[in-house]
């Protein structure tokens, strides 16, 4: 045998015990793979969720500053913000100039039962006459609904109402992705829930609440709390 023919033996040997001493046995891919998989089954839900949370709390602070913007340029403009100046229904034809609007038709009769808006424990379904006097979709998928009846119906005399993502798309629940939003009688907006609005935290942002506007106060507490949204009932 050459000294060529025996180096080649010895490489030939020596892959052989590398691959006796170092490839894996099909049980051990098997645990493996089944290791993986128990892993990913508990990890994924928990990395869907937390992208699902951050995006929910992304639009709703994107909302609240298109609706703080179009209450600043309408001031800006000598346009009126105080619920007193306006009648019924007639608040959505001056706000909704300020905003980059969808394909949806501005109306003061919306047909808000179709979009099936359920309350923040998913209980009941919501008072709807508090989303009816007027409505128009943005180009980002957003939804605005007014609450306008030239009077203080559920108290207060204008409440905007927002679903970040849009009625075509889950959940529709009051706190989770319709929120509210109150025109104060000085013209000036605050997130409902907050102090001197119209609706208690601890009895309507609720889990055990069948209250048909539970929810309706959540939108301060989604704002400030950062988990608010990774702990939704």
């Given at each position: 045998m050459t000294m060529i023919n025996r180096v080649f033996a010895l490489v030939k040997i020596f892959k052989r015990k590398m691959l006796v001493n170092y490839a894996f046995t099909?049980?051990?891919?098997?645990?493996?793979?089944?290791?993986?998989?128990?892993?990913?089954?508990?990890?994924?839900?928990?990395?869907?969720e937390n992208h699902r949370a951050a995006e929910f709390r992304t639009r709703l602070n994107?909302?609240?500053?298109?609706?703080?913007?179009a209450m600043e340029r309408m001031r800006a403009d000598d346009l009126s913000t105080l619920p007193d100046d306006y009648t019924a229904k007639l608040f959505v034809y001056?706000?909704?100039?300020?905003?980059?609007?969808?394909?949806e038709i501005i109306t003061s009769s919306p047909t808000q039962k179709q979009y099936n808006y359920k309350t923040y424990n998913k209980k009941v379904a919501i008072d709807y006459?508090?989303?009816?006097?007027?409505?128009?979709?943005?180009?980002?998928?957003?939804?605005?609904?007014?609450?306008?009846?030239?009077?203080?119906?559920?108290?207060?005399?204008?409440g905007i109402?927002?679903?970040?993502n849009g009625p075509q798309k889950n959940p529709n629940l009051l706190?989770?992705?319709?929120?509210?939003?109150?025109?104060?009688?000085?013209?000036?907006?605050?997130?409902?829930?907050?102090?001197?609005?119209?609706?208690?935290?601890?009895?309507?942002?609720?889990?055990?609440?069948?209250?048909?506007?539970?929810?309706i106060a959540c939108t301060y507490?989604?704002?400030?709390?950062?988990?608010?949204?990774k702990k939704l009932p």
């Amino acid at each position: 045998m050459t000294m060529i023919n025996r180096v080649f033996a010895l490489v030939k040997i020596f892959k052989r015990k590398m691959l006796v001493n170092y490839a894996f046995t099909l049980a051990e891919v098997l645990i493996t793979l089944g290791i993986i998989g128990v892993v990913a089954a508990l990890t994924i839900p928990v990395l869907v969720e937390n992208h699902r949370a951050a995006e929910f709390r992304t639009r709703l602070n994107t909302a609240y500053s298109l609706i703080g913007q179009a209450m600043e340029r309408m001031r800006a403009d000598d346009l009126s913000t105080l619920p007193d100046d306006y009648t019924a229904k007639l608040f959505v034809y001056s706000f909704s100039k300020y905003f980059e609007l969808g394909d949806e038709i501005i109306t003061s009769s919306p047909t808000q039962k179709q979009y099936n808006y359920k309350t923040y424990n998913k209980k009941v379904a919501i008072d709807y006459p508090i989303l009816d006097d007027g409505m128009f979709g943005l180009k980002n998928g957003m939804y605005i609904f007014i609450e306008n009846p030239g009077m203080s119906l559920f108290g207060f005399k204008i409440g905007i109402f927002v679903d970040i993502n849009g009625p075509q798309k889950n959940p529709n629940l009051l706190g989770h992705d319709l929120f509210a939003f109150q025109l104060l009688n000085d013209g000036f907006l605050k997130p409902m829930g907050s102090d001197g609005t119209a609706y208690d935290v601890e009895k309507y942002c609720s889990k055990t609440s069948t209250e048909s506007l539970n929810g309706i106060a959540c939108t301060y507490k989604a704002l400030t709390e950062p988990d608010y949204f990774k702990k939704l009932p």
